[in-house]
């Protein structure tokens, strides 16, 4: 009977030690709802994702995004996403890997994309957010700029605008005393 009880504080303490790791049987509705957003996910061939924590670790995970067309056609911009416990409720936290010369993009990677933050709502998915961010390569809005330098001379002067940003996905380039690496496919 002494050792019956041992092997129930073993499993007491193996529950307590994974409470809030990956709670076996017991998923947040967060959770829940990544796994659905995921399933239905349907990506475009310029459009990958991969899951450094494993596939299994849907809560955090990163996006590539390869624009065939538009002034950012033949660059790769990487995207960290990081789902917050509070997940549809809360707006996933994207950032911007890639050091890109965008007006809605900053030079720490922060977005200007309206569901992110004032606009989102519950019944959008990590779908609608991928979309979006590729929308801002299709057509960047240099009247919600974050890069107010980028936005101004795309506003300004849109061809010297896309032959920087050609230059910065081909070769790198400085502009405006800030280095761009190259990042091409």
Same mark, same amino acid.
């Given at each position: 009977?002494?050792?019956? %009880?041992?092997?129930?504080?073993?499993?007491? @303490? @193996?529950?307590?030690?994974?409470?809030?790791?990956?709670?076996?049987?017991?998923?947040?509705?967060?959770?829940?709802?990544?796994?659905?957003?995921?399933?239905?996910?349907?990506?475009?061939?310029?459009?990958?994702?991969? *899951?450094? $924590? /494993?596939?299994?670790?849907?809560?955090?995970?990163?996006?590539?995004?390869?624009? $065939?067309?538009?002034?950012?056609? /033949?660059?790769?911009?990487?995207?960290? *996403?990081?789902?917050?416990?509070?997940?549809?409720?809360? &707006?996933?936290?994207?950032?911007?890997?890639?050091?890109? *010369?965008?007006?809605? #993009?900053?030079?720490?990677?922060?977005?200007?994309?309206? #569901?992110?933050?004032? $606009?989102?709502?519950?019944?959008?998915?990590?779908?609608?957010?991928?979309?979006?961010?590729? *929308?801002? %390569?299709?057509?960047?809005?240099?009247? $919600?700029?974050?890069?107010?330098? &980028?936005?101004?001379?795309?506003?300004?002067?849109?061809?010297?605008?896309?032959?920087?940003? @050609?230059? &910065?996905?081909? @070769?790198?380039?400085?502009?405006?005393?800030?280095? %761009?690496?190259?990042?091409?496919?």
């Amino acid at each position: 009977m002494l050792k019956l %009880f041992s092997v129930k504080d073993k499993q007491k @303490q @193996q529950q307590e030690a994974n409470a809030g790791v990956g709670k076996p049987g017991k998923l947040s509705a967060g959770e829940l709802r990544i796994q659905k957003d995921m399933a239905e996910l349907n990506l475009p061939p310029n459009i990958s994702i991969n *899951f450094p $924590d /494993g596939k299994d670790k849907l809560m955090h995970f990163f996006i590539s995004i390869r624009p $065939d067309e538009g002034i950012y056609r /033949g660059g790769k911009f990487n995207f960290e *996403f990081n789902i917050p416990t509070g997940y549809p409720h809360d &707006a996933p936290k994207v950032l911007c890997t890639t050091k890109v *010369f965008h007006p809605n #993009i900053d030079l720490e990677g922060k977005i200007c994309l309206n #569901i992110l933050r004032e $606009d989102w709502k519950p019944v959008l998915s990590i779908s609608s957010v991928i979309y979006g961010l590729q *929308f801002l %390569f299709l057509d960047p809005n240099p009247d $919600d700029p974050l890069n107010k330098e &980028a936005a101004q001379m795309f506003v300004d002067n849109p061809r010297q605008f896309e032959q920087y940003v @050609q230059r &910065a996905i081909y @070769q790198g380039a400085m502009i405006n005393g800030v280095h %761009f690496p190259a990042c091409t496919i």
